[in-house]
T-cell receptor, first 113, second 116 residues
Framework: AQSVTQLDSQVPVFEEAPVELRCNYSSSVSVYLFWYVQYPNQGLQLLLKYLSGSTLVESINGFEAEFNKSQTSFHLRKPSVHISDTAEYFCAVTNRVGRALTFGSGTRLQVQP | DTEVTQTPKHLVMGMTNKKSLKCEQHMGHRAMYWYKQKAKKPPELMFVYSYEKLSINESVPSRFSPECPNSSLLNLHLHALQPEDSALYLC???????????????FGQGTRLTVV
């Protein structure tokens, strides 16, 4: 069995400030980790993924996440947020034999001017 | 083309109606999924199809009936739904392993269903 915990349900932050959205997982086998973003009334868009290799993964819009196996974490960071980053962010996990994603409860990032 | 297309975008139906949700992808993916998402909640898995065969049914009530007529299409037939079934229904697809590596899932924009 596997699970994902996103401790922060809401994160308010001012524009151009840095932000970190926390994600911890539990699994008895090796995992694959993902961050998805959901804008209001839309589906989920893949933001970034960790499958193997480098533990630091980056997206094209400035987000990055670091896989930390010892701390079972995959926190999402951005050094300077924009208003347009306001959305719901879901951390998700699956494993080598998994057929579907297990999602965390989501974190609402609210960027204020 | 990395698109999963869902129709309709919005659907309002009565409790005695029969309707269907449609999902289409042309990425050659052989795994397709239905998720249900209530407001301010994460998506919950309903069904998984692998190579057009139902492989996972997460104890979903029989008023939801999935169908995979071919490798590009996934339907969700709805009958005698309840108001609590109102939600965003998301379809996703995923390809086979790429040189042994897991591949990510792509999601559609969803169908916003309201049962009245």
């Amino acid at each position: 069995a596997q699970s994902v915990t996103q401790l922060d349900s809401q994160v308010p932050v001012f524009e151009e400030a840095p932000v970190e959205l926390r994600c911890n997982y539990s699994s008895s086998v090796s995992v694959y980790l993902f961050w998805y973003v959901q804008y209001p009334n839309q589906g989920l868009q893949l933001l970034l993924k960790y499958l193997s290799g480098s533990t630091l993964v980056e997206s094209i819009n400035g987000f990055e996440a670091e896989f930390n196996k010892s701390q079972t974490s995959f926190h999402l960071r951005k050094p300077s947020v924009h208003i347009s980053d306001t959305a719901e962010y879901f951390c998700a996990v699956t494993n080598r034999v998994g057929r579907a994603l297990t999602f965390g409860s989501g974190t609402r990032l609210q960027v204020q001017p | 083309d990395t698109e999963v297309t869902q129709t309709p975008k919005h659907l309002v139906m009565g409790m005695t109606n029969k309707k269907s949700l449609k999902c289409e992808q042309h990425m050659g993916h052989r795994a397709m999924y239905w998720y249900k998402q209530k407001a301010k909640k994460p998506p919950e898995l309903m069904f998984v199809y692998s190579y057009e065969k139902l492989s996972i049914n997460e104890s979903v009530p029989s008023r939801f009936s999935p169908e995979c007529p071919n490798s590009s299409l996934l339907n969700l037939h709805l009958h005698a739904l309840q108001p609590e079934d109102s939600a965003l229904y998301l379809c996703a697809s995923r390809g086979d392993r790429d040189r042994g590596r897991y591949t990510e899932a792509f999601f559609g924009q969803g169908t916003r269903l309201t049962v009245v």
